[in-house]
């Protein structure tokens, strides 16, 4: 089983809210600071944001008042509210540990944004 399993995404409008679900093993997750990257065609993959074992959390500034990151221990998953969305946010987005771990990138669920 992949360490790390997206899902959520989708097609959405502009001003839209979709929520990416990411299921977590293989690793001691209670204690894994996590994190939801992105990654938009010809562009590098970005730190999107980033919550650590004690529910502290982080956002990149484009973000930051628009997603909401957040975990549940208890099943081993990390999500990532997003609201109103706007055509650059439009990326493959993946879960991974913070700092990311290179083998265990997973498929990323895309999130398109068009009217």
């Known amino acids: 089983q992949a360490p790390f399993v997206e899902s959520g995404g989708g097609l959405v409008q502009p001003g839209g809210s979709l929520r990416l679900s990411c299921a977590a093993s293989g690793i001691n997750f209670r204690l894994t600071t996590m994190a939801w990257y992105r990654q938009a065609p010809g562009k590098q993959r970005e730190l999107v944001a980033r919550?650590?074992?004690?529910?502290?959390?982080n956002y990149t500034g484009s973000v930051k008042g628009r997603f909401t990151i957040f975990r549940d221990n208890a099943k081993n998953r990390v999500f990532l509210q997003m609201n109103s969305l706007k055509p650059e946010d439009a990326a493959v987005y993946y879960c991974?540990?913070?700092?990311?771990?290179?083998?265990?990138w997973g498929q990323g669920t895309q999130v398109t944004v068009s009217s």
């Open positions: 991974n540990s913070y700092p990311s771990m290179p083998n265990y």
């Open positions: 919550v650590s074992s004690v529910d502290t959390t």
